[in-house]
């Protein structure tokens, strides 16, 4: 696929989602300014470790990640029957499909991701760098892993949101209780052990997506 090919299809497909992404980081702005901001006092080095871990991650990674698989789900067939017909017709391999597609949520949530950032930033209380890339990392991951729902249904879809929604729970735990328990050696474990989850789970997942594009008629 040519960079031209591409960047007319991802922007035909933010074009169409213009509404949906809008509303997306008007959300997260709202989110992440009114999330909690503070944890009670807590005199164990650990429990307050495993505290302040869940302030900075638990909001961007959980919310986000809904984002990013809301947005995947309706790159479906269906809601734009123009752009599904103009894509199938197009002499596209199925995986350069996937990726021109993929980029789609992949972008929407980076967006609402970064609007969630700057409204914690506003409020004084913005995640520390680290932190932010772990839960971008998640919010990736999880829209990859939904992309695949799109092209199935019944059960098999229920299945696959399922398991979209038990990859950022999984990326949580890992970069939330991997380093306390650790013996508190710093960040080292818990950020390489997550964001070695995530990139594996992505990468997998965006090429099961685009060997079932290769197999299946959206039209």
């Given at each position: ?14 074009g ?50 809904t ?72 919010v ?80």
């Amino acid at each position: 696929m040519t960079a031209r090919a591409l960047r007319a299809l991802v922007e035909a497909r933010l074009g169409a989602e213009r509404r949906a992404i809008a509303f997306a980081c008007a959300t997260a702005a709202v989110v992440g300014f009114i999330q909690p901001h503070g944890i009670m006092t807590i005199t164990d080095p650990l429990g307050a470790d495993i505290a302040i871990r869940s302030v900075w991650l638990a909001g961007p990674m959980f919310f986000c990640s809904t984002i990013a698989i809301a947005i995947a789900l309706v790159q479906g067939p269906g809601r734009h029957p123009y752009l599904d017909a103009s894509e199938s017709s197009a002499p596209l391999f199925g995986r350069e499909l996937a990726r021109a597609k993929a980029l789609v949520p992949v972008i929407a949530s980076l967006l609402a991701a970064f609007v969630y950032w700057f409204a914690q930033f506003l409020t004084g209380f913005a995640a520390p760098p680290t932190f932010f890339a772990l839960a971008l990392a998640c919010v990736l991951a999880s829209g990859l892993v939904a992309l695949n729902a799109t092209v199935r249904s019944g059960v098999a879809k229920a299945v696959t949101i399922a398991l979209a929604g038990t990859v950022s729970i999984c990326a949580f735990v890992l970069a939330v209780y991997v380093d306390p328990f650790a013996k508190q050696r710093g960040d080292a474990i818990g950020v390489a052990s997550e964001l070695l989850f995530c990139a594996i789970v992505g990468f997998f997942a965006l090429r099961e997506y685009g060997e079932a594009l290769a197999r299946y008629d959206p039209v």
